[in-house]
Structures are given as structure tokens and as C-alpha cells.
């Protein structure tokens, strides 16, 4: 099929829920993407952040297919090899004590509230928990994901919403401290916000967020659905504070573009929440991509991404200050390592900007606010960022 067709069938075929670019992607090799007609394009977006090893990787490929090949799903009526190895590398990684596997970031969510509901229920016997969530933040989009989701555009289509989500200002540790009381079961937060417009937490709101927590028994929830897994230099961004969540979601990066997402809890919780027949998932936690999450995990470490990200943190955040530098367009940076933002003058508008980068053959994406989000594969090398300099300059 030609592109113009491909493009054509699914509109008119899916349900119209996407805004999608007019390109259709056919293959990958490191860095790059290459569409239907063969033209490359350097990629800044990771397919929303998870293709942290890029595209094209040969050792990734040869360990899924075995894996394709010997089994792909039982259910969790029974055990696997790859689910206990996966479980056991994420407690490594996060610090945590017990997992759940899910098939995608809102359903890490939806267990992590539910994980906190049911903390509060054997605590009080009560039905009536309150969830403090952020403005401007982002936790999917299922109901309870939703829920918690505090930009008004993706709730209002769907009330009634989950009972009980209240909002306070991100990075505003009065406003959360205001809205603790007896019911509160947990506080919900991403240690870097994303789709918000990235926003990194200060270490003084997330120690704070974390003292609030412990005096008055609330469970600490961080999403690192989109800055865990070595985006910002560390397994996960908590892990830069002397800060412990009591649970943690994670997705998008944790399984090497396969459909899974976990959360991870501390055994102080896992003892007191959920029982035997409290939650569960046809698909969560099977071979395939149980085993993409311990190659992930795995991978990680032997080509120390992790070091990767701090070393060429620098100088990606020294390409985008003296793009702010050069164009009245652009007012600020913001982000953490390989998770950063640009954020533009009302004059310009974002959707613009990434449109044009990507008929010059560069992705980028959209963060709310008018931003600029970049989250390039955590193979980027410094000759990537000089291309994307280059392209997004010509552009502002
Ligand atoms: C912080 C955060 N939480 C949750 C989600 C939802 O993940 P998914 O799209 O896999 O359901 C996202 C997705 O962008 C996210 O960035």
C-alpha cells in the first residue's frame, strides 16, 4: 500500500480518537525512524518514551523472537521463569518489595489506587478514601487514571469520575497540606511531571510530600510511568532524593516497546492491602514481556545507560539553553536528564513547531503549556544533539 492509502484506510476505519502526523513509520536503526518512502528522521520522542535502546537493536530482537518462540502466555493461574526473573529485577532496581505486572501505565495506576483504597479500608473500615492528585498532572486514561489526572480537558467529557480525587499545585507543599485529612488514603504524584509541561519536583516539595505522608499515614505514590527507567540518569527519579514512594508505577521504557507496566510496593503495604481475589489480569506479567522487562533491566546495566544519560546530560541541556538563547520564541528550559522541555512564546504555537521539525526529519512532542518535549532514545550521542539543534534553529 502506498502511504497516501495507509493513511487514508485508518482514518477511515479507527475510531478518531488521535491527531496523528501525516507520516506512516515502516522501520528504525538506532536513532533513526525511516517512513513508507525510505526518508530518515531522527527521533526525539522514543514513541512517547519507551524505545529507550532506539530501533533496529539485533541482541533485542534475537532474545524476544526466542522467547516468541517458546512461550508467550499461560495466565496467572501458574508460575513462569521469566515472570519470577522480572519480578525479582524490578524489586532490585526500584527498592521496593512486591510487584504486580500490568499491560500498560494507566493500569499501573488503577492498581496503585486501588492498592491505596484498600490500605485504607483494613485501616479504618471505612469506604469514603480521598486521593490528593496534581495540577497539571498525568496518569492515563482509564477512569481512576483519569481520576487523578489534573487537566480539566481529559476529566470533564467523563463525569461522574472516581469519588474522592482532590488537587493541590504541584511543587507547593502548603496547598497539599491543606487538603490532608482523615480520609486522605494517598498522594499521587509524578516525580517529574510530562505531559504537564515538565515540571521537575524540587527536592524540598518531595521531602516534604514524603514527611507529610509518614505523620499522617498516607501512602506516597510516584509515577515514574514517564521519567523511571534511566530517563533522567537513575532507574528511577526518586532514587536522586533521599525519598522512598510506598508505591511506584512504571511502564513505557520498563519493557522495550512490549505492553507492560507494573507497581511495585513496599512490604509494609503489600501485607496490609490487597487480599487473594482482589485484583488480577489476563495478560499482566506473561513470558513475552515478562522476559522484555529483565532484558530491559539487563541492558540497562550492561551498557550503563544510566552513566550515559549523566554524562551527556550537559551537554543536551547546553544545546537547548542556547537555543532559548537564540530565538525570542522560546522562553524557557526545564527537565531532567534525558526528559526536557522548551517552553514557547504564546506567538508560536508548539504543534506547529513539531509539525515542521518533522517534515525536516526531526521528532519531537508536545507538552501541555505550549512546550516543546524532547525524550530521545537513551542512546542519544552528542552528534544527535547538534542535529536536533541545527533542525529546531532553522525552525524558531
Ligand atoms: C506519568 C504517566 N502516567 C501514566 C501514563 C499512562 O500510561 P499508558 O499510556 O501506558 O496507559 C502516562 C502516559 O503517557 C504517563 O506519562
Do not use: W
Request: charged share 25%.
Amino acid at each position: 500500500m502506498t502511504s497516501d492509502e495507509i493513511m487514508k484506510k485508518a482514518d477511515e476505519d479507527l475510531i478518531a480518537v488521535y491527531n496523528r502526523f501525516p507520516v506512516v513509520f515502516s522501520g528504525g536503526e538506532g536513532m533513526y525512524l525511516f517512513d513508507n518512502d525510505g526518508k530518515r528522521y531522527l527521533d526525539f520522542a522514543s514513541g512517547i518514551g519507551v524505545n529507550a535502546f532506539g530501533y533496529g537493536d539485533k541482541e533485542i530482537a534475537k532474545e524476544l523472537s526466542m522467547q516468541l518462540g517458546t512461550l508467550v502466555h499461560v495466565s496467572n493461574l501458574y508460575y513462569t521463569e521469566p515472570l519470577s526473573k522480572a519480578a525479582e529485577a524490578v524489586k532490585e532496581i526500584s527498592g521496593l518489595d512486591r510487584v504486580f505486572f500490568t499491560n500498560s501505565g494507566a493500569e499501573a495506576v488503577e492498581g496503585a489506587l486501588k492498592t491505596a483504597k484498600r490500605y485504607y479500608f483494613n485501616k479504618t473500615g471505612k469506604n469514603d478514601a480521598k486521593v490528593i492528585a496534581m495540577n497539571s498532572s498525568f496518569h492515563g486514561r482509564t477512569i481512576g487514571a483519569v481520576s487523578v489526572t489534573g487537566t480539566d480537558a481529559y476529566r470533564s467529557p467523563f463525569y461522574p469520575l472516581m469519588e474522592g480525587a482532590v488537587f493541590a499545585d504541584y511543587n507547593d507543599l502548603s496547598s497539599v497540606e491543606k487538603l490532608i485529612d482523615a480520609r486522605t488514603c494517598a498522594i499521587i504524584m509524578e516525580t517529574v511531571q510530562g505531559e504537564g509541561g515538565i515540571h521537575p519536583a524540587t527536592a524540598e516539595f518531595i521531602k516534604g510530600i514524603r514527611r507529610l505522608c509518614d505523620e499522617h499515614d498516607i501512602l506516597l505514590v510516584l509515577d515514574e510511568i514517564q521519567c523511571g527507567m534511566c530517563r533522567t540518569g537513575e532507574f528511577f527519579a526518586f532514587q536522586k532524593y533521599d525519598v522512598k514512594p510506598d508505591i511506584l508505577t512504571s511502564a513505557k521504557a520498563l519493557g522495550l516497546g512490549l505492553p507492560v507496566g507494573a507497581f511495585i510496593v513496599s512490604e509494609r503495604v503489600a501485607k496490609n492491602s490487597l487480599k487473594p481475589g482482589d485484583h488480577g489480569s489476563t495478560y499482566g506479567g506473561n513470558p513475552l514481556c515478562t522476559s522484555a522487562v529483565s532484558l530491559s533491566i539487563r541492558l540497562m546495566k550492561e551498557r550503563r545507560v544510566r552513566e550515559h544519560v549523566k554524562e551527556l546530560t550537559p551537554y543536551f541541556e547546553e544545546t537547548l539553553d542556547r537555543i532559548v538563547e537564540g530565538s525570542d520564541k522560546v522562553k524557557e528550559r526545564r527537565g531532567e536528564g534525558f526528559m526536557q522541555g522548551l517552553l514557547l512564546d504564546e506567538n508560536v504555537k508548539a504543534r506547529d513547531i513539531v509539525s515542521a521539525a518533522l517534515s525536516k526529519g526531526l521528532i519531537l512532542l508536545t507538552a501541555e503549556g505550549n512546550v516543546i518535549r524532547m525524550l530521545p532514545p537513551l542512546i542519544a550521542e552528542k552528534e544527535d544533539f547538534d542535529r536536533m539543534n541545527e533542525i529546531l534553529s532553522s525552525l524558531l
